[in-house]
């Protein structure tokens, strides 16, 4: 059985509904974090960091100004740090399920967020998260990591999708 399951698939097919159905779903000891679109009238202005436990930042909006962008978005990455890694960690020492949604672009300006994730890997907990379909050198080796399971989530595949994920939270944990 894989450590993590990451999943993969463009934008808007349900990775992160998914993820938070498999959740509620097996009833397990989760922590970590989600992203979740900010919008207004409509139109996407951002994106906000939302912990399992209730606690939210902005990761990155187009009001931002920051050295680091992605598209029109500026991402504040002192809140990644403050809230996303520290739910991570929380959830390294407190929890069975790591939830990190997602290893992108964003987040990947962020060394501290990228011990995060290793820290999250070696720790031996069970990892559910989002990883980003583009090529990116560090996010690449995640994916070709030998303890990941790297499902791509489509529209059409994503309720098998959410039925294999449910069942590798609800099995035992083994060694190897």
């Known amino acids: 059985m894989k450590q993590a399951y990451l999943l993969t698939g463009g934008p808007g097919v349900g990775k992160t509904t998914l993820i938070k159905k498999a959740i509620d779903k097996a009833q397990v000891n989760a922590g970590g974090f989600f992203t979740e679109e900010i919008r207004a009238g409509g139109v996407r202005q951002g994106f906000r960091l939302v912990t399992l436990d209730g606690q939210n930042a902005i990761l990155a909006h187009v ?8 598209s ?5 990455i ?3 740090d403050n809230v996303g890694i520290a739910a991570i960690r929380d959830a ?6 790591v939830v990190i949604d997602e290893i992108g672009k964003m987040e ?3 060394t501290a967020f990228k011990d995060a994730v290793l820290e999250a890997f070696n720790s031996k907990k069970r990892v559910l998260g989002t990883i980003m379909s583009t090529s990116h050198s560090w996010a690449d080796g995640i994916k070709r990591h030998p303890n990941v399971a790297l499902i791509a989530v ?6 098998q999708v959410l039925k294999q994920v449910i069942s590798w939270l609800e099995a035992p944990i083994t060694d190897g």
């Open 72 to 76: 029109k978005y500026g991402v504040d």
């Open 92 to 97: 390294i020492r407190e929890c069975d399920v």
């Open 78 to 80: 002192e809140s990644l």
């Open 63 to 70: 009001d931002i100004k920051s050295h680091y962008r992605v």
């Open 108 to 110: 990947l300006f962020s």
């Open 154 to 159: 489509t529209r059409a595949n994503r309720e």
